[in-house]
């Protein structure tokens, strides 16, 4: 992007794909049991196997100098010409392609600052085509993509009509294969579609309470080990609509540097005090924990009501795994609790794909709270949060999802249902089992075999959230690009949802996805 | 100015020696040239060099401090404080008849005849308005999609996972709406939540009615903005705080120069089931330069003659309104929520709503569903003003019965003549919130008892900022016959009689 004018790949990137990132010198060749770790050297007291789990390492090395130093020119660069551009739309010499204010309302402060938008104008606009990319076929291992042609450089976008057939799927969030569309597997839900209809049209305090609900309440229970969960219809709601009702003012937060949107909403809704530690390293933690109980609230010194430490089990951009057994030592030394959000890992790791309690064989009644999501693993929507009974029940009372907000529709419901049974092995067949295991096998594949190619990837080797560092603005750029014209589609993310210099490339893998594809990818 | 000849003060340096020291020849050259240059430059600069120089040094070596660290505390005393403290537990005690513990449990679709806790009952709780709920051509459309796409989308809209019944959806609500652009999101609750915080940020304005519901409440605590409260549907005291705060602006100009202001009002209120005076707040919006949010979860597919809302209903330019959000959960039986309004202001949201940019997207067999309830509005628009016609019924009936006992009119109904659903307060309250949500709750329960479901309006009651009162909330529904609400109104009669007396 900062060397050319028009959104066309040049030629010249793809080839320094390769060049740029290939390290000669520590390639792992020799398997990954034998990597010692890079990054903090803290272990974990537990049973010998989990000990040899939790050294598994997760590597985060540094980039050459060099490509550093690139990154942050070609950023210098595109800025500069970003304000250039901004100049000669303000003198008029370029045609301003984006809305307008009203006429009636032009003497109303305007809606937007122009530094806001600066971003948005000069450098999003140009790599649009990136993103919201839209299809038109169920989100499996292979998709229909729609085509889209811009013929003013990425301001407005219109269908051409045809599609890139079988593009093969590395961006969908479809761990265990659950999205498909075969008749079979899916009458019980096209079953509760015809019974019940589509929507609920009431709150779960209201008359929104079916008894499915209650029926895949008790089934997340189960399958998670715990004593009771409750269920809502949003995954990111779930997150923002519940620690307000756990935590309030005069509590204090800990929260993982790379935490989810949801989970900082969470938690500034909540209007307690917030203390981020740094990614993953418990040392950090510590000394947090040890400060905050000495020392109690910042001016008054009062105690502290209560410390809920919020980390998640797989960090969907760093592909990294938590620390659990270490954190679950401290949270018991410091008497804080603990809020896992297993958004990524639940259904996709551990033997059974009980998530990250079970990756690290900790008991999940160590776990205060545990929340995941159903739209990842299990190919539906909606979030639950699990736990103690006493913590079910003050949710279902207290939670702003259960008052307010609609229940999770029939068919979802179903198809959690569905999907949970399939796992557990509760409709008699091995299919869920294959899948966990096949989604291990390809995680460990694709991660061994880029890892011989050279790439630098982060990320805990069970994870099956792969992302690759491009660290170049122009060069993932050209990656998404020229990955579509061989019909594959990746994901490509920058800042500011990553630093500045760590723009990667991410790959989701699946269970449905075969060896083949792998192979081609 | 002090000019101090040092040329000659280096001339003995025998280069020589500094080479037997073992330097490279080339820095030996650079140090001598240093040595010689440097005394050509006067004395002030060389000494202002050196106190920065020293100066540096200082600051790199001398320790940071840490306000916060109290570091009188031995290691021993740390021991003991974290011994010592006892957090409070993670929840509260709840006592086992709380009463929004026990759920009433629906078993069967949630349609007009619903089965509650084992009893079948003539459904009067569900915001099910236009009956879309057991539509048949809705249903098969769904199972089309189903059958297409599965039924999770995997992914947020950024990632793969903006379908085309996403953007036909869309595409639909905004010529429905007849505005520009429409952006869909994946739950009722977190549409106004979201896009609320999108526009309005730290340091900005906005001015709420003070029954707005619940997630416009949060969607302004994520904010941060200032927020100013004006008594419910009275615009005279809102026109008393727009003056206010022009005063304010002429006193510091080049602050209100960039402080945005919104006023964010419902079209329908849930809470108090009556609508906003929106041409009124139009005026209001361009005598005092305000932007306007409308929140149409109760009016969309209610209100107007096609349906579109608060702004057909009182022939309002929609362009006057900057952001109308709905929520699809309501009239079209759906989940989810859109906004809609001009690209100017909706495309914004692409970036930035966080429910948008943070979330999967909508299944889309339910945006296929949404799309064909759409079609049939768009159709039928007789559907809804048949509608209509049964509420003014229910409406009259319901005060008619509540006026003939006027001894016992302990209940008055609120709401307008057009609202769907409506509240039924006690009169005279007992004093003790609690006391009134029981007589409530018996009244409700006695009408289950005789096939009419209703329920209590439910809220939480330590988060509401403005805690509206106790009531038990009646929805009419297209579904309903005329014999239906006879029956449910002389029950509900009868129950208050009953229990009330």
Redesign the interface.
Known sequence: MARTTAPVPNGKLNIQLNGNNFKNANCKKNGYHNKAQKNSTAHSAGPPSSRQRFQRPESFENPPMYVAVMTYLGFGIVTLFGYFRDFLRAVGLEKCHI????E??K???????DFENFY?RNL?MRVRDN??????????PV?D??ERVSPDYNWTFSLTGKTIDDVI?M????YLG????D?DF?KT??DR???????????????????IH?ELEQLVASFLGVESSMIF?????TN??NI?A?VGKGCLILSDELN???LI?GA??SGATIWVFKHNNMQSLERLL??A???GQ?RTHR?????LIMVEGIYSMEGSVVRLPDIVALKK?????LYLDEAHSIGAVGPTGRGVTELFGLDPSDI??MMG????S????GGYIAGKK??V??????S???????AM????TE?ILRAMKCIMGLDGTTVGQARVHQLAENTRYFRSRLQEMGFIIYGNDDSPVVPILLYMPGKVVAFSRAMLKRKI?V?VVGFPATPITEARARFCLSAAHTKAMLDQV | MLFIDYSSAFNTIISTKLRTLGLNTSICNWILDFLMGSPQAPAYHLVLEGILILWIIRLLFSKTYKLQERSDLTEKEKEDLIEEWQPEPLVPPMSKDHPSLNYDIVTGPPSHKIIVNGKECINFASFNFLGFLDNERVKQKALTSLRRYGVGTCGPRGFYGTFDVHLELEDRLAKFMKTEEAIIYSYGFATIASAIPAYSKRGDIVFVDEAACFSIQKGLQASRSFIKYFKHNDMEDLERLLKEQEIEDQRNPRKARVTRRFIIVEGLYINTADVCPLPDLVKLKYKYKVRIFLEESMSFGVLGEHGRGVTEHFGVNIDDIDLISANMENAVASIGGFCCGRSFVIDHQRLSGQGYCFSASLPPMLAAAAIEALNIMEEDPVVILIWFRFFIFMYDLVNKYFQIDSYSAVKSVIGEVYAPALHLQLERSSGSRDTDVRMLRSIVDYCLERQIALTLARYLDKEERFLPPPSIRVVVTIEQTEEDIEKAASCIREAALAILK
């Not at chain 1, 659950?178 to 569309?181: L, Y």
């Not at chain 1, 105690?303 to 410390?307: D, E, I, Q, Y």
């Not at chain 1, 030394?333 to 609790?337: D, L």
């Open positions: 809305a307008r204010e009203r009636e309302q003497d109303f402060v305007p809606l937007y600052q948005t999003y993103w919201n990319r839209p299809i038109c076929s169920l989100p499996g998709f993509v729609m799927n961006g969908s969030y479809n659950f999205a498909e569309n008749g899916l839900v096209a579609t015809q019974q019940y209809g589509l929507g609920v049209c009431s709150t779960r305090q209201e008359m929104g309470n079916l008894a209650e219809g949003m995954g990111f709601a923002s609509m307000p756990l989810h949107t949801s909403l500034r809704l040890r400060e109980v000495c020392s910042p105690p502290w009501r209560k410390v030394k410091y008497k804080a609790y205060d709270v999501t159903f739209t990842k299990f190919g539906a929507a006493e913590l029940d003050h949710l279902r009372s207290h702003h999802s259960a008052v307010y907000a609609s529709s029939p068919p979802v198809q589609g994901v």
